[in-house]
């Protein structure tokens, strides 16, 4: 695929738009929405009526629909940012290979500070880092920490969860509800942490505040989609927001607390790694490496855990909040590492951690339906050598009652995959009869699997499900991410159930046929095999690399796209030793083939230090999401020395995550 540059001199002058090629708009203003006292702040643009008042949820929430509808169109929507406008096709050039560049402080190869398009397709932004969730979201202040502004403010790291079509309303204007994850926080990136201390409670409530999801109302104005500021669905669920416990760990004695006798009811969501829609309206959210914050404070176990995803983030939480502290609230950690699941449409609703799914450092989740209607939801455990798992529910999806599938994940059978020849044996992890031992298991559900004979893999990551064909897609991060070899970089599997397709089914002109719907994902086996190893000089990718692929999506063609971490320098990775070798950005991939691992492009890469979180389609398919996350966040930077200060480049502005859209200029589906 050929690209185009940003700032090509043939295309001076102004778009159709009306803005200027340097990024001012004749207002004078910058088109990241930004004035010139450089404060970073989103324009607000309103979709339908004007007005300076936020409109009230709560008040929302009770009206009629068409009413409900009429206020979510007029609510305020953000602006897109500096990385796009109408009618172009922004971007920097995407090289053939990753260009060796100083690092900001030092030498060495590196990646570029800006991200990279591949021509034809035109980059926006739909949200950042600080920009406003529920209606009374103040401004974001660069570099100040507030707990109460972050608790209804978009999170400092992003993974897109799950995209949801909403009905049309009585104008007939699409609309959408998108859930976004906030895995983790660097405070040092995200504050000024040279005052010596100074402030601390009130950084350590902002990064709690930063943790949990975002929901987001969408709506399509002009030629994009744009966020509802105030949409009724909008809400933030935070380190420190109520949660409901369900299932057989519920009540446990090790999930009981001071503050809460009954065990449960959870507070809060924290390390969100993953997220995926259900085929009964809800989202899963995964929670992921929560007891490393526990960790830090000291008398936590997190052998079966995995490495700190962390580990220069403050230590200090204990210091202020009991819960914290493992030495005085032991089973605080136990409340966290579940599966939630959320009811976009139920604003008032807390999520459910469902427990019967167990308890791990989840990477990836993915919910499917047996051709019985059964619930199946998989899991992966992302650390060296975790475990793939499979839930089946007892109850089946009943599309006309909501409350049978409001406890479909409460009751079924737990599986673990054992992995030979080819071939995947789900063995049950069956519950003991007495409900003391039967909690244990699931909050203990790794060592239970471990005793079960299962497969360890190669940190098990992002997984996605092919409708055409049913066939199901895992991602492999790598046990070094890509740094240590070329054959550690990573590599993407494909489970094949029973009765799944092969190729991009009907629609994608493969073999499938559309067989999707058949697939048994409840049955006992199913074969597995290898579609892509990872590297970074990966053959047939057109010269781009690819490393530590983490998060996957297939398109309503078939196509299987793919998020990756990137890699640093070899040097860095191995401590100076060895000779140094180009880093590897974090990029976005498209295989047109996946049944036979053919076709590979890069159609994007991301800025220096980010990774690529989560991939999704706006209703229609013409429009594809993806986070960009934690761009400058290198070893090493702080908040007055990111490696880059992508998106807006402006000094005084950290970098900030950053979730963006695709589209394919003149129309049609971005991956093709």
């Keep these: 695929m050929s690209e185009t540059h940003r700032d090509n001199p043939g295309k001076a002058g102004q778009d159709k738009s009306g803005q200027d090629k340097s990024g001012q708009d004749k207002s004078g203003q910058d088109k990241s929405g930004q004035d010139k006292s450089g404060q970073g702040n989103a324009t607000r643009?309103?979709?339908?009526?004007?007005?300076?008042?936020?409109?009230?949820?709560r008040r929302a929430l009770l009206l009629g629909g068409a009413a409900i509808a009429a206020m979510a169109a007029g609510g305020r929507a953000l602006a897109?940012?500096?990385?796009?406008?109408?009618?172009?096709?922004?971007?920097?050039?995407?090289?053939?290979?990753?260009?060796?560049?100083?690092?900001?402080?030092?030498?060495?190869?590196?990646?570029?500070?800006?991200?990279?398009?591949?021509?034809?397709l035109r980059r926006e932004v739909l949200v950042r880092w600080g920009d406003g969730v529920t209606y009374d979201?103040?401004?974001?202040?660069?570099?100040?920490?507030?707990?109460?502004?972050?608790a209804r403010q978009f999170g400092w790291d992003a993974h897109l969860a799950a995209i949801l079509p909403a009905p049309l309303a009585a104008d007939g204007i699409p609309r959408a509800v998108a859930v976004f994850a906030h895995p983790t926080t660097r405070p040092a990136l995200m504050f000024d942490l040279s005052d010596g201390g100074?402030?601390?409670r009130e950084r350590i409530g902002a990064e709690i505040a930063a943790h949990g999801a975002s929901v987001l109302d969408l709506v399509w104005r002009g030629d994009r989609w744009i966020v509802v500021e105030g949409g009724f669905r909008s809400r933030r669920i935070t380190g420190a927001s109520p949660c409901r416990l369900t299932g057989p760990a519920a009540g446990h004695a090790a999930m009981r607390t001071a503050a809460d006798a009954e065990g449960v009811a959870p507070v809060g969501l924290l390390a969100v790694a993953a997220g995926c829609a259900t085929p009964w309206g809800t989202v899963l959210l995964a929670e992921g490496n929560a007891p490393a914050l526990f960790a830090r404070a000291g008398h936590v176990d997190t052998s079966l855990w995995g490495p700190d995803p962390a580990p220069d983030a403050m230590r200090a939480w204990a210091s202020l909040d009991d819960r914290f502290d493992p030495a005085r609230a032991p089973n605080e950690p136990n409340r966290f590492g579940w599966i939630a699941e959320l009811d976009p449409n139920e604003p008032e609703l807390a999520p459910a951690k469902r427990s019967a799914l167990g308890r791990g450092a989840h990477g990836g989740v993915l919910a499917a339906a047996s051709p019985d209607r059964r619930a199946v939801v998989y899991l992966a455990e992302r650390r060296p050598g975790g475990f793939l798992y499979r839930f089946v529910s007892s109850a089946h999806i009943d599309a006309l009652d909501r409350a049978t599938n409001a406890t479909l994940l409460d009751t079924g059978t737990l599986s673990v995959a054992r992995i030979a020849g080819g071939r995947v044996v789900w063995t049950p992890l069956a519950l003991p009869a007495e409900a003391e031992e039967a909690g244990r298991m699931l909050v203990e559900r790794t060592r239970r699997a471990l005793g079960a004979g299962a497969t360890g893999?190669?940190?098990?990551?992002?997984?996605?499900?092919?409708?055409?064909?049913?066939?199901?897609?895992?991602?492999l991060a790598g046990g070094a991410g890509g740094a240590a070899a070329p054959g550690d970089a990573g590599r993407i599997v494909a489970l094949v159930p029973p009765g799944a397709g092969s190729g991009r089914?009907?629609?994608?002109?493969?073999?499938?046929?559309?067989?999707?719907?058949?697939?048994?994902?409840?049955?006992?086996?199913?074969?597995?095999?290898?579609?892509?190893?990872?590297?970074?000089?990966?053959?047939?990718?057109?010269?781009?690399?690819l490393a530590a692929p983490d998060a996957l999506a297939c398109d309503a063609d078939g196509r299987l796209w793919i998020a990756s971490r990137g890699a640093p320098t070899m040097e860095a990775a191995s401590g100076g030793r060895g000779p140094a070798r180009p880093a590897v950005a974090a990029a976005l991939f498209v295989m047109d083939q996946p049944g036979s691992g053919a076709g590979l492009r890069r159609i994007y890469g991301a800025p220096r230090d980010a990774a690529m979180g989560g991939i999704g389609f706006m209703p229609g398919g013409q429009v594809a999401v993806a986070a960009v996350r934690h761009?400058?966040?290198?070893?090493?930077?702080?908040?007055g020395g990111p490696s880059t200060r992508w998106p807006n480049f402006d000094p005084p502005e950290p970098p900030r995550t950053t979730v963006i859209t695709l589209a394919r200029l003149g129309g049609g589906a971005p991956g093709r």
Excluded: F, K
């Design 45 to 57: 643009a309103r979709a339908g009526t004007e007005g300076g008042a936020r409109p009230c949820a």
């Design 80 to 120: 897109q940012s500096s990385l796009g406008a109408p009618g172009q096709a922004p971007g920097r050039p995407l090289p053939a290979a990753p260009r060796a560049q100083a690092r900001p402080g030092g030498a060495g190869p590196g990646v570029p500070l800006d991200d990279r398009v591949a021509e034809g």
């Design 137 to 150: 979201a103040p401004n974001w202040r660069p570099g100040i920490a507030d707990a109460e502004a972050q």
């Design 198 to 200: 100074t402030g601390l």
């Design 457 to 475: 893999l190669d940190r098990p990551a992002g997984l996605a499900l092919c409708p055409q064909t049913g066939r199901v897609y895992l991602a």
């Design 505 to 545: 089914g009907a629609s994608g002109g493969g073999s499938g046929g559309g067989a999707g719907a058949g697939a048994d994902h409840a049955a006992d086996a199913m074969e597995m095999a290898e579609i892509l190893r990872a590297g970074t000089g990966l053959a047939g990718a057109e010269g781009a690399a």
């Design 631 to 639: 761009p400058g966040a290198g070893a090493g930077a702080n908040y």
